[in-house]
């Protein structure tokens, strides 16, 4: 905060007095509820303070990226609950995204069916509370998935059955080789790009950089598997009997229901408000933007990459950023159908073992809050940067 | 490679209308052989061929009668909205076979097949929905815990409610302002002693047992009546320039609009009690009301906001010109303008608000979804999940469409040109 909006002119007591009243105001109220607080704490005998994250928290979780079990800290339990609930996102708006680009750009096809079917969707998805979409494909949707010994079998590799779906699980040897050669491969095409972009500019010659860029990130992890001494196995989901009428898969990676259910629901909805992102997008720009591009002999991909795209992107890219946003705050919804996120996790069981209300619901809260606020901070970096520098 | 045999001319177009839709119809008969006849005329191929070859000889079809100025005007409108290009052939086609493979079976389950008559799950035979759920416990869905005996107070309190909304419609403007403040200000007050009761000789009935549809309307409704107002002066606030009024708005509203509804509720639930003097209680449905008028009141701060940027500098100057004080220049000439511009977006938000509603079970306040999740754990009513949550989403799903479209009708009509 700057000092030097504080600094009024003491003679303008019309401007200074309703701001003292405020600030008097939120200070008293703040003081208010932080004596009633302490009364409180006081007398069921509990002190404030954080130092309970160090406890051992004792309880399961059922699903989890990290390490794991109750013998850990509820700082520990607390960070299983962020990882799911960025996991849940990241799904959730990776999908998203994709099936609203579909829905947002079929809406504007000049196929009658699909401007129709799309406008179907986006309708019937967005006015549909998301909780009860929730529901629905946990309660009843995938409820009616069959029991493990009938499950639905993708070429013998993955099996979908009611307690989850088994995909293979990748096993590597080496595996921070080929993130490097990844890393390198990145750097190599930005190298590239680069280096055509100003060949373009200044002696007009032409470089495929997109091609040596798909060659490029294909040769260098190729290499790494081949010299770099990295390899991948997988290990496949089988069968086994547990008892005499209880099967289950084991091995591979078994994504559970919950999670499906949740990135559905959370994709399935956000598309919703990212189609007509990107329908609002396009339809921003004007005719006459094609038509002069046209008029300069330009293709008509070239015209979408270099003159449509760029300018829609511009409109559609600000509130998809804050659709992305929500998504992630919808994530919370989790709790309500037992998916292990931070506010299932820490808000829900923590809180009841510990009863410290306050600081366990000031964490949650405060954590929400710094994932919108480097969110809308990004995105504020980034408006300025792609904004039309005017003269 | 000369594909100029397979390229259709006008010259030939009936040769190549009647091969085209030879080919589309086959492709069609082989549909609806597999989906209604469980028939596969084309089984002698290997499974993959078998699969696609409707969608082959369909396309190939639709490539042959794709025909530009043919003369002929159903084909020209059939091949400009349906069949302009080849992909836009085969999307056609797919969207068509997704229609006749999933629509019958849906329509079946939902009304033909479906059990509307009976009153135990027993009355429900066969593959359909079975209704009859809905039907046994509407009178919870809609009313939640609320005594069967008393639920014409809330009946009362929605008709008059209705009743004076459409009388807004109807009466001429001059009575319009007076209903509107009879439904700001004394209707609420006479809408909750009457479906609380205790006053007048009615029975007390505590708010634990609201719920149902019901309560999702009296949540609304009570936090868009005072989220607004708090909303616009958060606005205000915001764009005032006393710094330390514009900070505390900022914070507020970032606060609010950076946290999920669900960790507020949860805030209402657990940590707000903790705030109060010891001893004191509150409500459970007024502090979850508190929380989402709170919480809501952020969001309709942004709306309103955006509505004042985006009014004209002159605007303030010619208020100011005529002596106004800030709170006339606002509430006269200010917000009369700011608020039309912002209608889509106040609807969103309210739109926004009614959906948000189901989250209130967190706290334990079981309004339809919650009514729903309640009944299909009821031992009698095992397995009725499916018709519990279709029914709640069709009941929704009419409320905020209804919203959405006769907000988009307002935006037209009060659309004003600049």
């Given amino acids: ?391 | 490679m000369n594909l100029r045999i397979i390229k259709p001319k006008k010259e030939n177009l009936y040769t190549y209308l009647a091969l085209g839709i030879g080919l589309l119809s086959i492709g069609f008969i082989d549909i609806f052989s597999n989906t209604f006849l469980n028939l596969n005329i084309t089984g002698f191929f290997p499974s993959i061929i078998s699969y696609l070859t409707p969608l082959i000889l369909g396309a190939f079809g639709l490539h042959l009668i794709r025909i530009e100025y043919s003369g002929n005007k159903t084909l020209d409108i059939i091949n400009k909205n349906f069949n302009s290009s080849n992909f836009n052939a085969i999307l056609s086609l797919i969207v068509i076979f997704i229609l006749i493979k999933y629509v019958p079976p849906l329509l079946n389950w939902f009304i033909f097949d479906a059990n509307f008559l009976g009153s135990t799950k027993e009355d429900c035979i066969g593959e359909g929905a079975c209704w009859v759920f809905v039907r046994v416990w509407f009178n919870r869905f809609m009313y939640g815990m609320y005594p069967d005996a008393e639920q014409w107070r809330i009946n009362i309190s929605f008709l008059t409610l209705l009743s004076s909304i459409g009388l807004i419609f109807i009466l001429p403007i001059k009575f319009k302002k007076y209903i509107i403040l009879f439904l700001l200000f004394i209707f609420p007050l006479i809408a909750l002693n009457l479906i609380s009761g205790g006053i007048f000789g009615l029975e007390w009935i505590e708010t634990g047992a609201w719920g149902g549809l019901s309560l999702t309307f009296i949540v609304s409704a009570f936090a868009l009546i005072f989220c607004f107002p708090i909303g616009v002066f958060l606005a205000l606030g915001r764009r005032s320039d006393l710094p330390a009024i514009r900070y505390s708005s900022i914070g507020f509203i970032e606060l609010w609009r950076g946290v999920p509804l669900i960790t507020v509720l949860f805030m209402s639930a657990v940590m707000f009690p903790m705030f109060l003097p010891d001893g004191t209680y509150m409500d459970k449905l007024m502090r979850v009301i508190i929380a989402i008028t709170l919480f809501e009141a952020a969001y309709m701060a942004e709306v309103v906001r955006g509505g004042l940027q985006a009014l004209p500098r002159g605007q303030y100057d010619a208020a100011k010109s005529l002596g106004m004080g800030y709170w006339r220049m606002h509430f006269l000439i200010i917000m009369p303008q700011a608020l039309k511009l912002v209608i889509p977006g106040i609807a969103n938000t309210f739109l926004a608000l009614v959906k948000d509603t189901p989250l209130i079970f967190v706290v334990g306040l079981l309004e339809l979804a919650g009514m729903i999740g309640l009944a299909k754990t009821n031992p009698k009513w095992l397995g009725m999940a499916t018709e519990g949550y279709v029914f709640a989403a069709l009941v929704f799903w009419i409320i905020c469409f209804s919203m959405s479209r006769y907000s988009q009708n307002l935006e037209k009509k009060l659309s004003t040109e600049r």
């Fill in chain 1, 1 to 391: 905060m700057n000092i030097k909006a504080f600094s009024i002119d003491l003679k303008n007591k019309k401007r200074l007095i309703p701001q003292v009243l405020t600030l008097l105001s939120i200070i008293l109220a703040i003081s208010y509820f932080t004596f009633n607080a302490q009364v409180n704490m006081g007398n069921r005998g509990i002190a404030f303070g954080f130092g309970f994250l160090t406890q051992e928290a004792s309880f399961d979780i059922g699903f989890s990226l990290i390490d794991y079990d109750g013998s850990h800290s509820y700082a520990r339990a607390f960070l299983v609950g962020l990882l799911n609930t960025l996991l849940v996102s990241v799904i959730g708006i990776f999908f998203a995204t994709l099936i609203g680009v579909t829905v947002g750009i079929g809406r504007l096809s000049s196929n009658y069916l699909v401007a129709k079917f799309s406008e179907v969707y986006v309708e019937v998805f967005r006015n549909i509370p998301l909780l009860l979409q929730l529901f629905f494909w946990y309660f009843a949707a995938l409820r009616a998935l069959p029991l493990p010994e009938q499950a639905m079998n993708f070429n013998d590799i993955s099996y979908l059955t009611v307690k989850g779906w088994y995909v293979p699980k990748f096993i590597w040897t080496n595996f921070s080789m080929f993130v490097y050669s990844v890393i390198a491969a990145i750097v190599a095409i930005i190298f590239v790009s680069k280096h055509a972009k100003k060949q373009r500019e200044e002696f007009g010659k032409h470089i495929p950089s997109f091609y040596i860029g798909i060659a490029l990130l294909v040769a260098l992890p190729a290499l790494g598997f081949l010299i770099g001494g990295v390899s991948l196995e997988f290990e496949i989901p089988v069968l086994k009997q547990m008892s005499a009428t209880i099967f289950n898969f084991r091995g591979g990676v078994s994504i559970i229901p919950e999670l499906m259910a949740l990135a559905m629901a959370l994709s399935m909805y956000t598309a919703t408000f990212i189609a007509e992102n990107v329908r609002a997008g396009i339809l921003g720009i004007g005719k006459g933007q094609k038509e002069a591009a046209a008029s300069i002999g330009l293709t008509k991909a070239q015209i979408l990459k270099l003159v449509v795209l760029p300018q829609a992107l511009r409109i559609i890219i600000p509130p998809t950023t804050n659709q992305y946003l929500n998504l992630t705050k919808n994530s919370s919804l989790a709790a309500a159908i037992a998916y292990p996120d931070i506010v299932l996790v820490f808000a829900g069981t923590a809180l009841m073992q510990t009863g410290r209300a306050i600081e366990i619901v000031s964490i949650t809260m405060g954590t929400y809050l710094l994932i919108s606020l480097s969110i809308s901070s990004f995105m504020n970096w980034y408006n300025q940067s792609v904004a039309i520098k005017e003269k």
